[in-house]
């Protein structure tokens, strides 16, 4: 069998959606490696005239529970009542849901959450906002603060957060983004340079590569022939490089802020022991494994599911 050259560190974080994956099996997903997250796709399926069946959902959820690390509330953005709704209803269903609070929303809205028993909500309402960064920090900055004050049990996760302002700077427990697949979809690949704890934007146009050469090297095993260019040929190396340099960013992002996990909606059979980097070894020894993940994470999102089975070793 032929070792890739680009190493991952198992499992891989990654975020399922009931709007794309609601037909796979996602107990075979886990088997790949991936330590998996669940949401609905409400967002997704908003911007494409295809509402979530809240009743289709609730089946998923029950289905795949015992295989998803937590699942995530059908929230209704812009709607704060409707989404605490959409909550209780889905918790009385005996499902232990993450609720989303969303951007510009009162701070304070996290009291009914925490009276509820809530220590783990997502923050959304983002992705449409990427041009506001400044504004994004104003409020994520006002609710970090008002939890730390008031409830310094509760943890975050950032829903499409991406900006390097909000995911470097605030103790998030996880984070998601799909700007990483720009290797591969649209020939520019985020590299992460663990020792200036930056992004560098690369354009695969057969040449930039090169500058990047030691980096590529020495961090991330990787020969800059193997990744110059964005085609068929080198779609597996770059998902895989793409992924090794979201796990670089989250060991980064660990040792700055060692966010403890929470005891609110997460699944200690799925959960693993160690440090939120997942530590390499066996794919089915790390999911068996009980414990929690120390934050941050960030998940990794595709809605091809290629390109998730391409984060194996094979």
Same mark, same amino acid.
Request: include cysteine.
């Given at each position: 069998m032929t070792q890739d050259p680009i190493k991952l560190r198992y499992p891989v974080n990654s975020l399922a959606s009931f709007h794309y994956f609601k037909s796979k099996d996602i107990a075979e997903m886990q088997g790949w490696g991936l330590r998996l997250i669940g949401d609905s796709g409400a967002y997704s399926a908003e911007t494409q005239g295809k509402p979530i069946d809240i009743e289709a959902f609730i089946r998923w959820g029950h289905k795949w529970k015992e295989n998803l690390a937590w699942l995530a509330s059908l929230d209704v953005i812009g709607d704060k009542d409707g989404s605490w709704d959409n909550y209780k209803y889905l918790k009385s269903q005996d499902l232990d849901i993450i609720p989303t609070i =969303?951007? *510009?929303?009162?701070?304070?809205?996290?009291? @009914?959450?925490?009276?509820?028993?809530?220590? +783990?909500?997502?923050?959304? *309402?983002?992705? /449409?906002k990427k041009s506001e960064s400044q504004r994004l920090l104003r409020w994520t900055l006002a609710v970090f603060k008002y939890a730390r004050d008031n409830f310094p049990d509760v943890r975050f996760h950032g829903w499409g957060v991406t900006h390097p302002q909000l995911v470097l700077n605030l103790p998030w427990y996880s984070v998601d983004s799909s700007g990483f697949s720009s290797a591969y979809r649209f020939g520019r690949l985020s590299l992460f340079n663990p020792k200036t704890g930056k992004n560098i934007g690369i354009n695969l146009d057969g040449k930039e590569i090169y500058q990047h050469t030691e980096l590529l090297r020495k961090v991330y095993n990787c020969d800059p022939d193997e990744v110059a260019i964005s085609n068929t040929h080198t779609? @597996?190396?770059? $998902? @895989?490089? /793409?992924?090794? /340099? $979201?796990?670089?960013?989250?060991? +980064?992002?660990? =040792? @700055? =802020?060692?966010?403890s996990p929470p005891s609110y909606g997460v699944n200690p059979k799925v959960e693993v022991a160690g440090p939120h980097i997942h530590v390499a070894g066996s794919a089915e020894k790390d999911f068996n494994s009980m414990g929690r993940t120390v934050g941050p994470s960030v998940h990794f999102v595709d809605t091809y599911i290629g390109h998730l089975k391409m984060t194996q070793d094979l």
């Open positions: =969303h951007y *510009g929303c009162d701070p304070k809205e996290l009291d @009914r959450y925490v009276d509820d028993g809530v220590n +783990f909500l997502g923050l959304g *309402g983002m992705v /449409s779609r @597996r190396q770059l $998902v @895989r490089l /793409s992924v090794a /340099s $979201v796990q670089q960013m989250e060991n +980064f992002l660990r =040792h @700055r =802020h060692n966010v």
